[in-house]
């Protein structure tokens, strides 16, 4: 029976010291499905936050990566996927893998001119901000938008300018680095003492808020910004939910995760956003930096590293190997 590599978060915590790599066995491939040799996966929050013992409904072992890009290296005669083409899979985590067999229906087709590194990271922030602002964005009223340092958070600016409308920015750290600071109205730092102040003035007719953080930091911008009454939440970078009893009681909150669009929501609809974010990736829209490369045989390198330098950590992955010792 043909072996793999896999990352396996053996239990809940820091994903440096819980995950490591081991060979699987793979089963022969079902009708189907589609054998994908894996290239390139991101190291994302909410792959982190998902190790981390967050959601209750993940069980481990825990095999992680929500996102990422893989050649085709075997499928049924009418699956519609040429061998050697890359796709993206969606609705499953596994994607810090060396091999693994996907859903012929959750493959999407990368565009031959898309690059690696950017194919790689099409899927869980562009498809993210694509829907956020197509939903919930319906005037030319300043945005905010928290963790603006994020990669997630230069493509709501970025789409935000592309309809005209202003970006309000906060970050947590006067040493947190905005990717395109041409993109931002303002950009306020929370660390400085007259910061709710200049929030409030920047994003005075603001209807919505973008939160990436959740906790208290959350429900300290919405208590500074009266006039908004929508908060989209899309991710807990603090580790802490919303304390809604300190929200405005003319304040809706919205919870914005794709697991929803990809696993509740039209497969049509789903495609049509990834032609849009291919289109934006290409016209150089939407980029995400990538801030270093690690063999997955080096996960606990890359592990530690992530989130740092300004960009994503990206995993290669070439196939199956031997160089990788059990448990590296």
Request: hydrophobic share 45%.
């Amino acid at each position: 029976m043909e072996t793999a590599l896999a990352a396996v978060a053996t239990r809940p915590g820091a994903a440096h010291l819980v995950t490591r790599v081991e060979p699987v066995l793979l089963p022969p491939r079902a009708p189907g499905s589609v054998r994908l040799r894996m290239l390139a996966a991101p190291i994302n929050p909410s792959d982190l936050i998902t190790i981390a013992g967050t959601y209750s409904r993940t069980v481990f072992p825990f095999r992680p990566g929500f996102e990422g890009v893989g050649e085709v290296v075997e499928a049924d005669g009418d699956a519609g996927l040429r061998l050697g083409s890359r796709v993206v899979p969606v609705r499953s985590a596994g994607s810090w893998s060396s091999v693994r067999d996907v859903a012929v229906g959750d493959c999407i087709a990368v565009p031959a001119d898309i690059p690696l590194d950017q194919a790689a990271t099409s899927f869980v922030n562009p498809l993210t901000a694509i829907t956020a602002v197509e939903q919930f964005v319906t005037d030319r009223r300043p945005v905010v938008v928290t963790a603006a340092s994020s990669t997630i958070a230069d493509h709501f600016a970025a789409l935000l300018a592309e309809v005209g409308t202003p970006a309000v920015g906060v970050v947590r750290s006067s040493r947190s680095r905005v990717r395109r600071p041409e993109l931002w109205s303002a950009i306020v730092r929370s660390d400085a003492e007259d910061w709710r102040l200049r929030l409030g003035s920047a994003a005075a007719d603001a209807q919505v808020v973008f939160d990436a953080v959740g906790g208290d930091h959350a429900a300290v911008v919405m208590e500074t910004l009266a006039r908004v009454r929508l908060l989209v939440s899309y991710g807990l970078l603090s580790g802490e939910p919303i304390d809604t009893t300190r929200l405005r009681p003319r304040v809706a909150l919205r919870f914005l995760h794709l697991r929803a669009l990809v696993h509740d929501g039209d497969p049509t609809l789903l495609r049509r956003r990834f032609d849009r974010a291919f289109a934006l990736i290409r016209g150089g829209v939407l980029h995400t930096d990538i801030a270093s490369t690690v063999p997955l045989c080096d996960i606990t390198t890359a592990l530690e590293h992530a989130g740092r330098g300004g960009g994503k950590t990206l995993l290669r992955v070439s196939g199956p190997t031997v160089r990788c010792s059990r448990g590296r």
